[in-house]
């Protein structure tokens, strides 16, 4: 019989006298016992003894307690020290505690238990504190102007602003740099340059910003009233010709009214289109931030619709990769060479998947370098030093030996760079027949009397393919090449440049066909300002706002919101095309917008693109123009929550146990499934379905939202997802199934889609198990690896015509293969969504997730939507709502309640099924030459959030 332990033993026992005096004495050794211990295992302090023992942190100089609920050591003075500890941080604390300081201004703020009370009261120059630091959204109109200053006969105004560094200035409605900041809460600006009595501020509090909306409004000059709160919102004029916006100001531009704002005469006379930019509040347990931003990115050029890597060239010579930078997320690439200059022209091409670059050696053959090629080509094309070479039948300068993998060039040396690519593009890689892009080289012979100049004929190109052209091994930008007819109908493809230049006869060419899509030269030259995955932006370009076209898009009418004329762009219904529509209140119904008005409308609002990490502007707006960008990081980024859901299947009695899985399957299985209180809008991806955690593919959508079909019935749990779409976006995500079909080369585990897989996120289902993002690599932008090479991933009825199994008699056959294997590809636009993959090997206590042993994100405390489960790739359907688990911020711990998934962590099915029959259990360990024993009984769980 043990003996019992410290936390155990009672001086009760067995004892009369003292008893009282004895069990306190035992809990102050229990109390202190802890004092002086060294850490254990635990990060936070020893092994605990009691409930409020105490524990010396030497380390940190702090004296803790234990805290049995919470099961964490705190600091016995954890309160007291908040007081002072978060003094001098951005933000006041979103929980604070009675008596806490807080110096912000120059002033010191004490917290009475219902706000913020300043010390003192008036500062040094006797001007009203300012105190609206508190306020969430203001504009000061006119700005407080609280002095001047002279400074080397240059007169300068002063004023008092909540925030420096979150703030904006206008003068006359145009967004004003150039301001010297005095203090955190004092700018100062000369005079003049501006008019005190007409200079704006507008403050936003970044770290409480869940929201920005925008809206568009066509004008109505008669009524000049727009229905649209002035709450938290500030409002902007945009003329048909103009620009950019104008910020509108409360004092002389417009009145606030119980629905909305009626705008001067003035304003309805000058302006055409007012826009709102509406800002949403609220605490949560992480912060907005702001990023403001005013650095172009030099010499960038749009690479929309390339696929992988890219070749660079500039006046023609391909430009060494290290002179460049490529952003296959953004879709643009930026010359970081010294030496560009603005004028000098660029192209920028696709690479093809089968290519190679290195650097040439000093092996020298008759005056001729040597590359030895690790692959093996059908037609390749070469680049050396920046200059095109092709093996053609009159090229002195390449000669390509193919049985022993080696190139000759003649006149090149050591250290020169050479990139090998292969004209000739096999099926496998590309989905289509086999394709060879070159047409033809050699050296101009021929002159067109009629057009006056020399000439390259292309007789077998297509009328509508587009071609490249290499003159002298340099590059010809698009626009200077043109086609034309000879006298005998052929066609033919010749030069006329900007400054004049031609074709010259003996001129060496090589001519290609655009099979890598290499439309992209000079004009498409554009501005970049790189943020950091910013959720909404604000960008001026010389003080006026500029526009996007996200914020007006609708999949359709139906999901745009009714306001008196408010403007919106719809899809018609294929997708392909859409119409500008303002609403009429009087009429209640979408009116289709003039010809005139859309086309000012598209000008608008399609002056940038916001990509995942930059601002891209649509054209070149020049080195001379003040761009301004308030990037802003919400402190809420989801628009739509999870909706997650079990469907009621049909209920199997218990006198049905003896029946097997067919007898069952007709009996009670069930295909069709209509949701309750619930309802998607189908064809938008937002439906995701599973049975028994395994995804299905092939879900055929109620025309109502409120249900669906799966195409075979089933029997067990079948759960479902509903992600709507957020504001702004047409769909939930892009989904594309890939099969044995797709796979490249036949190579293992590698596999070419037709969607781009950037940007975003992505999620990625293997025969509907789902795959932790370690498991697979993405290697350009329609390409997927799974790191997994032992063996192929999918099968189908040709890679694997029969599958072994046991039969009913125990017995092992082989069956024919029925359907192919398929992977599904979700990617989402939402980078915000984050995933943690973690083995799971003890359960003594239940499913008890902590967040730090595990590694987990610690944003994942900061979640207000669902959290998705995933064991062994299977979806577990867990729902908080319904209390099967729980998030514990203050033990940053997940809880998981539901008793039937917590059985099914602590077994294996696999070791389950072979340990029930000793037939199974020889045939494995006969076919794996291991125990069953080693089966492992460890579980990987992945849990998604965002």
Same mark, same amino acid.
């Given at each position: 019989?043990?003996?019992?332990? #410290?936390?155990?033993?009672? +001086?009760?026992?067995?004892?009369?006298?003292?008893?009282?005096?004895?069990?306190?004495?035992?809990?102050?050794?229990?109390?202190?016992?802890?004092?002086?211990?060294?850490?254990?295992?635990?990060?936070?302090?020893?092994?605990?003894?009691?409930?409020?023992?105490?524990?010396?942190?030497?380390?940190?100089?702090?004296?803790?307690?234990?805290?049995?609920?919470?099961?964490?050591?705190?600091?016995?003075?954890?309160?007291?020290?908040?007081?002072?500890?978060?003094?001098?941080?951005?933000?006041?604390?979103?929980?604070?505690?009675?008596?806490?300081?807080?110096?912000?201004?120059?002033?010191?703020?004490?917290?009475?238990?219902?706000?913020?009370?300043?010390?003192?009261?008036? &500062?040094?120059?006797?001007?009203?504190?300012?105190?609206?630091?508190?306020?969430?959204? *203001?504009?000061?109109?006119?700005?407080?102007?609280?002095?001047?200053?002279?400074?080397?006969?240059?007169?300068?105004?002063?004023?008092?602003?909540?925030?420096?560094?979150?703030?904006?200035?206008?003068?006359?409605?145009?967004?004003?740099?150039?301001? /010297?900041?005095?203090?955190?809460?004092?700018?100062?600006?000369?005079?003049? &340059? #501006?008019?005190?009595?007409?200079?704006?501020?507008?403050? %936003?509090?970044?770290?409480?910003?869940?929201?920005?909306?925008?809206?568009?409004?066509?004008?109505?000059?008669?009524?000049?009233?727009?229905?649209?709160?002035?709450?938290?919102?500030?409002?902007?004029?945009?003329?048909?010709?103009?620009?950019?916006?104008?910020?509108?100001?409360?004092?002389?531009?417009?009145?606030?009214?119980?629905?909305?704002?009626? *705008?001067?005469?003035?304003?309805?006379?000058?302006?055409?289109?007012?826009?709102?930019?509406?800002?949403?509040?609220?605490?949560?347990?992480?912060?907005?931030?702001?990023?403001?931003?005013?650095?172009?990115?030099?010499?960038?050029?749009?690479?929309?619709?390339?696929?992988?890597?890219?070749?660079?060239?500039?006046?023609?010579?391909?430009?060494?990769?290290?002179?460049?930078?490529?952003?296959?997320?953004?879709?643009?690439?930026?010359?970081?060479?010294?030496?560009?200059?603005?004028?000098?022209?660029?192209?920028?091409?696709?690479?093809?998947?089968?290519?190679?670059?290195?650097?040439?050696?000093?092996?020298?053959?008759?005056?001729?370098?040597?590359?030895?090629?690790?692959?093996?080509?059908?037609?390749?094309?070469?680049?050396?030093?920046?200059?095109?070479?092709?093996?053609?039948?009159?090229?002195?300068?390449?000669?390509?030996?193919?049985?022993?993998?080696?190139?000759?060039?003649?006149?090149?040396?050591?250290?020169?760079? +050479?990139? %090998?690519?292969?004209?000739?593009?096999?099926?496998?890689?590309?989905?289509?027949?086999?394709?060879?892009?070159?047409?033809?080289?050699?050296?101009?012979?021929?002159?067109?009397?009629?057009?006056?100049?020399?000439?390259?004929?292309?007789?077998?190109?297509?009328?509508?393919?587009?071609?490249?052209?290499? $003159?002298?091994?340099?590059?010809?930008?698009?626009?200077?090449?043109?086609?034309?007819?000879?006298?005998?109908?052929?066609?033919?493809?010749?030069?006329?440049?900007?400054? @004049?230049?031609?074709?010259?006869?003996?001129?060496? +060419?090589?001519?290609?066909? /655009?099979?890598?899509?290499?439309?992209?030269?000079?004009?498409?030259?554009?501005?970049?300002?790189?943020?950091?995955?910013?959720?909404?932006?604000?960008?001026?370009?010389?003080?006026?706002?500029?526009?996007?076209?996200?914020?007006?898009?609708?999949?359709?009418?139906?999901?745009?919101?009714?306001?008196?004329?408010?403007?919106?762009?719809?899809?018609?219904?294929?997708?392909?095309?859409?119409?500008?529509?303002?609403?009429?209140?009087?009429?209640?119904?979408?009116?289709?917008?003039?010809?005139?008005?859309?086309?000012?409308?598209?000008?608008?609002?399609?002056?940038?693109?916001?990509?995942?990490?930059?601002?891209?502007?649509?054209?070149?707006?020049?080195?001379?123009?003040?761009?301004?960008?308030?990037?802003?990081?919400?402190?809420?980024?989801?628009?739509?929550?999870?909706?997650? @859901?079990?469907?009621?299947?049909? $209920?199997?009695?218990?006198?049905?146990? !003896?029946?097997?899985?067919?007898?069952?399957?007709?009996?009670? @299985?069930?295909?069709?499934?209509? &949701?309750?209180?619930?309802?998607?809008?189908?064809?938008? !991806?937002?439906?995701?379905?599973?049975?028994?955690?395994?995804?299905?593919?092939?879900?055929?959508?109620?025309?109502?939202?409120?249900?669906?079909?799966?195409?075979?019935?089933?029997?067990?749990?079948?759960?479902?997802?509903?992600?709507?779409?957020?504001?702004?976006?047409?769909?939930?995500?892009?989904?594309?199934?890939?099969?044995?079909?797709?796979?490249?080369?036949?190579?293992?585990? #590698?596999?070419?889609?037709?969607?781009?897989?950037?940007?975003?996120?992505?999620?990625?289902?293997?025969?509907?198990?789902?795959?932790?993002?370690?498991?697979?690599?993405?290697?350009?932008?329609?390409?997927?690896?799974?790191?997994?090479?032992?063996?192929?991933?999918?099968?189908?009825?040709?890679?694997?015509?029969?599958?072994?199994?046991?039969?009913?008699?125990?017995?092992?056959?082989?069956?024919?293969?029925?359907?192919?294997?398929?992977?599904? #590809?979700?990617?989402?636009?939402?980078?915000?969504? !984050?995933?943690?993959?973690?083995?799971?090997?003890?359960?003594?206590?239940?499913?008890?997730?902590?967040?730090?042993?595990?590694?987990?994100?610690?944003?994942?405390?900061?979640?207000?939507?669902?959290?998705?489960?995933? *064991?062994?790739?299977?979806?577990?359907?867990?729902?908080?709502?319904?209390?099967?688990?729980?998030?514990?911020?203050?033990?940053?711990?997940?809880?998981?309640?539901?008793?039937?998934?917590?059985?099914?962590?602590?077994?294996?099915?696999?070791?389950?099924?072979?340990?029930?029959?000793?037939? *199974?259990?020889?045939?494995?360990?006969?076919?794996?030459?291991?125990?069953?024993?080693?089966?492992?009984?460890?579980? &990987?769980?992945?849990?998604?959030?965002?």
């Amino acid at each position: 019989m043990r003996g019992k332990t #410290i936390r155990e033993r009672s +001086y009760k026992e067995g004892r009369s006298n003292g008893a009282v005096l004895d069990n306190e004495t035992l809990r102050v050794l229990q109390t202190v016992s802890t004092l002086n211990v060294d850490r254990t295992d635990r990060e936070d302090g020893p092994e605990p003894v009691i409930d409020r023992g105490l524990y010396l942190d030497d380390d940190g100089g702090e004296l803790r307690y234990y805290d049995i609920a919470k099961d964490k050591w705190l600091n016995v003075f954890g309160e007291k020290f908040q007081i002072t500890d978060q003094m001098l941080t951005d933000y006041p604390s979103d929980s604070p505690v009675f008596g806490q300081l807080w110096l912000n201004q120059d002033v010191l703020f004490y917290y009475d238990g219902n706000g913020w009370r300043p010390v003192k009261t008036i &500062l040094e120059d006797k001007s009203e504190l300012n105190v609206s630091i508190f306020e969430d959204f *203001l504009i000061l109109d006119p700005i407080n102007q609280i002095g001047s200053t002279i400074e080397e006969d240059e007169q300068y105004a002063q004023f008092l602003v909540p925030r420096v560094d979150t703030g904006r200035f206008y003068s006359y409605g145009h967004l004003k740099e150039g301001y /010297d900041r005095v203090n955190a809460v004092t700018v100062q600006y000369d005079k003049r &340059l #501006i008019s005190e009595n007409n200079s704006t501020w507008v403050h %936003v509090n970044p770290a409480k910003l869940r929201n920005v909306e925008k809206k568009l409004f066509l004008l109505d000059k008669t009524s000049q009233f727009i229905n649209h709160t002035s709450s938290n919102t500030e409002f902007y004029g945009f003329r048909r010709e103009s620009y950019g916006g104008s910020l509108l100001r409360p004092t002389v531009d417009y009145k606030a009214q119980h629905q909305g704002i009626l *705008l001067s005469d003035v304003v309805a006379l000058k302006y055409d289109f007012i826009l709102a930019v509406h800002y949403s509040f609220g605490w949560i347990r992480s912060s907005g931030e702001l990023e403001v931003l005013d650095e172009k990115l030099r010499h960038t050029f749009a690479t929309t619709g390339l696929t992988g890597g890219v070749n660079v060239f500039v006046e023609g010579y391909q430009l060494d990769p290290k002179q460049y930078t490529y952003d296959p997320v953004d879709d643009y690439v930026e010359i970081t060479d010294p030496e560009m200059d603005d004028d000098l022209e660029v192209m920028v091409m696709s690479n093809v998947e089968h290519m190679e670059s290195g650097v040439i050696k000093a092996q020298y053959t008759h005056n001729r370098a040597t590359i030895r090629l690790r692959k093996k080509y059908t037609n390749p094309l070469v680049f050396v030093n920046g200059e095109a070479l092709h093996a053609g039948s009159d090229s002195a300068d390449l000669q390509y030996d193919s049985s022993i993998d080696r190139m000759y060039i003649t006149g090149a040396h050591a250290n020169m760079e +050479y990139t %090998v690519m292969d004209l000739y593009v096999p099926s496998e890689i590309n989905g289509v027949p086999d394709a060879d892009s070159f047409v033809s080289s050699g050296h101009v012979s021929l002159y067109s009397d009629t057009q006056q100049t020399w000439y390259i004929p292309i007789p077998d190109v297509p009328e509508d393919e587009h071609v490249m052209l290499f $003159v002298e091994g340099n590059a010809v930008t698009k626009e200077a090449i043109y086609t034309f007819h000879d006298e005998n109908g052929q066609r033919c493809v010749a030069i006329d440049g900007d400054e @004049g230049e031609c074709l010259e006869q003996m001129q060496r +060419y090589i001519v290609l066909l /655009d099979t890598f899509h290499a439309l992209y030269s000079e004009g498409d030259n554009r501005d970049v300002i790189r943020t950091n995955s910013a959720d909404e932006a604000l960008v001026y370009v010389n003080g006026f706002l500029q526009l996007d076209h996200r914020f007006i898009t609708k999949l359709n009418l139906a999901e745009a919101e009714r306001e008196d004329n408010r403007i919106v762009s719809a899809f018609d219904e294929n997708l392909n095309t859409y119409n500008y529509y303002s609403y009429s209140t009087y009429y209640n119904e979408w009116q289709l917008i003039s010809d005139e008005d859309a086309a000012y409308i598209e000008q608008l609002t399609n002056t940038y693109t916001q990509a995942p990490r930059s601002i891209l502007f649509r054209e070149r707006i020049g080195n001379d123009a003040d761009v301004r960008v308030y990037a802003y990081k919400l402190a809420s980024r989801i628009s739509n929550p999870l909706i997650v @859901g079990r469907m009621e299947g049909n $209920v199997i009695p218990d006198e049905s146990e !003896n029946k097997t899985y067919d007898e069952l399957l007709d009996w009670y @299985g069930q295909d069709t499934f209509y &949701l309750k209180n619930v309802t998607y809008v189908p064809g938008r !991806n937002s439906l995701q379905v599973f049975v028994d955690g395994v995804r299905q593919y092939d879900v055929e959508e109620m025309k109502l939202g409120n249900g669906f079909k799966l195409p075979y019935p089933v029997i067990g749990i079948v759960s479902y997802i509903i992600e709507k779409p957020d504001e702004g976006e047409v769909r939930s995500c892009e989904r594309e199934v890939l099969d044995a079909s797709d796979a490249i080369d036949n190579g293992r585990n #590698i596999y070419r889609t037709k969607e781009s897989l950037y940007p975003g996120s992505l999620t990625v289902y293997v025969s509907g198990i789902r795959q932790p993002k370690e498991s697979y690599t993405i290697l350009d932008a329609h390409t997927i690896m799974f790191k997994d090479a032992t063996r192929k991933l999918i099968g189908s009825t040709d890679t694997f015509p029969t599958l072994s199994t046991i039969d009913y008699n125990d017995e092992a056959v082989d069956v024919p293969m029925m359907n192919d294997d398929r992977i599904l #590809i979700e990617r989402r636009n939402l980078l915000s969504r !984050n995933e943690d993959s973690f083995v799971f090997t003890s359960f003594a206590d239940g499913v008890s997730i902590d967040l730090d042993e595990r590694g987990i994100n610690h944003d994942i405390v900061d979640t207000k939507d669902h959290m998705l489960f995933f *064991l062994d790739g299977r979806f577990l359907g867990l729902r908080w709502n319904n209390e099967e688990y729980e998030l514990v911020p203050t033990q940053r711990k997940i809880l998981i309640h539901d008793k039937l998934y917590e059985a099914h962590l602590e077994t294996n099915p696999l070791y389950t099924l072979v340990a029930s029959d000793p037939v *199974l259990a020889e045939q494995y360990e006969r076919l794996f030459n291991k125990s069953i024993e080693d089966i492992t009984k460890d579980h &990987l769980l992945t849990i998604e959030w965002r």
